[in-house]
């Protein structure tokens, strides 16, 4: 099969995670004979340093050509001072509307070889292994009017939340299909008790419930999902949230797995002509500029980010099956970076891609 695969290595870590993640890639393809076609692009503060801007409509065409494309990471420090629509984030936010990639894929899961990394009792998180869906270009990151206004006491901040019911259906609607794939529960996270946004994505939810009857519905509000994930994080399967909510409930999960440099995450939309999903994948974590550049950075995330690469876009699960396997082959060894709490030396970001390439064979 060819993989035709844009790469955006961003800022920060971001680059050397992303070299093993293609490491693991490269390694994948040799193995089963596809043909592998890289093309690389420029994101974020990288883009603003060589273009001026953290989207340029060249990286726009790379990706609108390429069946799947991979992240490394967005965001420095310098570029805070800039209005909100010239920093780097602007460009990921750019990329994924230009995409259509509606629907943000994180799935959390605890290995028992990870079980002591988290700061969680391990009562707590034994067995977690939930899959947030987390609807991404709808919400107050898009919505409109937005800004800043006025001087003084007067000076005004607005931010509005917009859906249309197509949009909360779309994503819901894969939420209940992968939960048909899974464990047959659905968790749909609101604050329908005080949001009239929420109050519709509440009714959409539950009507296309009826579609479903093979998986079991249930509302929840935010906060007490906040709540119940660090509690009894093992009794969620699928939750389906809007776009500010599943950003900050993923992150939040993060404690479950050990460590956010875990968290892959896959952000797919509609299915290009060729029968492949158009996919952008990217680690959860950040740029952490604090340690780029000193190989301590955990790429298992990235790396994971290619098997839902593989999986989703491709629909090579064999593929995708063999990075999972060398993943957790990997951690039960102890091979692993700082942020996991290993017992003896920590690994090199390049130790740990080495590791991955040898369990794969």
Known sequence: MELNVLVLPGDGIGPEVTREAIRVLERVAAKWGHALRLSEGLLGGAAIRETGG????????????????????????????????????????????????????????????????????????????ILIVRELTGGLYFGQPRGIDGSGNGETAVNSMVYKRSEIERVCRMAFELATKRRGMLTSVDKANVLENSQLWRRVVTELASEYPEVELAHMLVDNCAMQLLLHPASFDVVVTENLFGDILS??????????????????????????WRGLYEPVHGSAPDIAGRSMA????????????????????????????????????????ADLHPTGQPASTQAVGDAICAAIG
């Open 298 to 337: 955990n790429p298992l995330a990235a790396i994971g980010s290619v098997g839902a690469m593989l999986h989703y876009s491709f629909g090579l699960s064999e593929e995708a099956s063999a990075i999972e396997s060398a993943v957790s082959k990997v951690l039960k060894s102890g091979n692993v970076t």
């Open 251 to 276: 992150d939040e999960a993060s404690v479950l797995a050990g460590s956010i440099g875990m968290l892959a995450s896959a952000s797919i939309g509609n299915r290009l002509p060729n029968g492949v």
């Open 54 to 129: 953290p989207f340029p409509e060249e990286t726009q065409a790379l990706a609108l050509k390429s069946d799947a494309t991979l992240l490394g990471a967005v965001g420095l420090s310098e570029y805070d001072d800039l209005p909100p629509s010239e920093r780097p984030e602007k460009g990921l936010l750019g990329l994924r509307k230009a995409l259509d990639v509606y629907a943000n894929l994180r799935p959390v899961y605890c290995y028992e070889s990870l079980i002591e990394a988290s700061p969680l009792k391990n009562n707590i998180v034994r067995g977690t292994d």
